[in-house]
């Protein structure tokens, strides 16, 4: 059974940094990827950054582009996503997602697993 677990979000004032990591279990296949999106209230679900697992190519959406980083550890089964520069318009619940048909990263509906989110508020 595939298991996405995301922790680290928080309240953080504008211009600090937040870790969030996004624990895999049950992810048995050679090729996937993890890929980030986020949710604010009234808002559509919009992708974030996204890494392959086997390569650890990355893509960044152009919003967060430079702020924020995507990396895994194979070891600890964990992608993280490193946010720098944080302004109100990042706040939102973040989601990890599995994706492991292939397809648009970009895509919400290409992923097949999703975590429950972690808060992010970033105050003025």
């Known amino acids: 059974q595939v298991q996405l677990v995301e922790s680290g979000g928080g309240l953080v004032q504008a211009g600090g940094s937040l870790r969030l990591s996004c624990a895999a279990s049950?992810?048995?296949?050679?090729?996937?990827?993890i890929g980030w999106f986020r949710q604010a209230p009234g808002k559509e679900r919009e992708f974030v950054a996204f890494i392959t697992w086997s390569e650890g190519k990355t893509f960044y959406a152009d919003y967060v582009q430079g702020r924020f980083s995507v990396s895994r550890d194979a070891a600890k089964n964990t992608v993280y996503l490193q946010m720098n520069a944080l302004n109100v318009d990042d706040t939102a619940v973040y989601h990890c997602a599995a994706q492991i048909r292939g397809g648009s990263v970009w895509t919400p509906e290409v992923y097949d697993y999703w975590g429950q989110g972690t808060q992010v508020t970033v105050s003025s």
């Open positions: 049950g992810l048995t296949f050679s090729n996937y990827g």
